[in-house]
């Protein structure tokens, strides 16, 4: 059973539309959620780390938010350069050292 | 200052073949991870080395071993190649204080087995 996932799998933005990105987790204590970027044939790039529900976290047109069973990562007047996958990923309670779990990602496309 | 350096960067193999993915960092980090990206799948841990000296498996290591050569350097071997094993491979490292430190990715070697 997956412990994280992303919807929606892809989304197609105009230069300017804002949206928000979903990651909903199921872990039964978390230790921390991240957000990445990756951009094709490239490796993931680290933007946030929440640790707790109801912290935030911005950077540029980006911002991230924690509840007790997601995180949402909200883009603002979205450029052609933020044209990227995004992928969360949760550290659970417990788990090995360093372990993350990660969604499969949403693919965002922002278009001029 | 490179980050995460991987090699190679594409590989293609033919089934039962061996080969070695080469990973090194240059950010005085202690803890180093494997990765395989799989389409529609979330990147899966293989093996990861919370420090110099040790390794440890992660969800999918079958048909893997790893080597911590050194600080800097953390290798991972397939033995006998199987094309299940075709995937696109990421090293990653954190500083190791903490288990929640940020991990840092290397660009990925895409490797297809026949």
């Known amino acids: 059973e997956d412990q994280v996932t992303q919807s929606p799998e892809a989304l197609r933005l105009q230069e300017g539309e804002s949206s928000s990105l979903n990651c909903s987790y199921t872990v039964s204590g978390l230790r921390g959620l991240f957000w990445y970027r990756q951009d094709p044939g490239k490796g993931p790039e680290f933007l946030f780390t929440?640790?707790?529900a109801g912290e935030e976290k911005e950077k540029e047109r980006l911002k991230a938010t924690l509840t007790k069973k997601e995180s949402f990562l909200h883009i603002t007047a979205p450029k052609p350069e933020d044209s990227a996958t995004y992928l969360c990923?949760?550290?659970?309670?417990?788990?090995?050292?360093?372990?993350?779990?990660f969604g499969a990602g949403t693919q965002v496309v922002v278009t001029p | 200052n490179a980050g995460v350096t991987q090699t190679p960067k594409f590989q293609v193999l033919k089934t039962g073949q061996s080969m070695t993915l080469q990973c090194a960092q240059d950010m005085n980090h202690n803890s180093m991870y494997w990765y395989r990206q799989d389409p529609g799948m979330g990147l899966r841990l293989i093996y990861y080395s919370a420090s110099e000296g040790t390794t440890d498996k992660g969800e999918v290591p079958n048909g893997y071993n790893v080597s911590r050569l050194n600080k800097r350097e953390f290798s991972l071997r397939l033995e006998s190649a199987a094309p299940s094993q075709t995937s696109v491979y990421f090293c990653?490292?954190?500083?190791?204080?903490?288990?929640?430190?940020?991990?840092?990715f290397g660009p990925g070697t895409r490797l297809t087995v026949l």
């Open positions: 929440l640790y707790s």
């Open positions: 990653a490292s954190s500083e190791g204080v903490s288990s929640t430190d940020t991990q840092y």
């Open positions: 990923a949760v550290q659970e309670e417990g788990d090995s050292w360093g372990k993350l779990q």
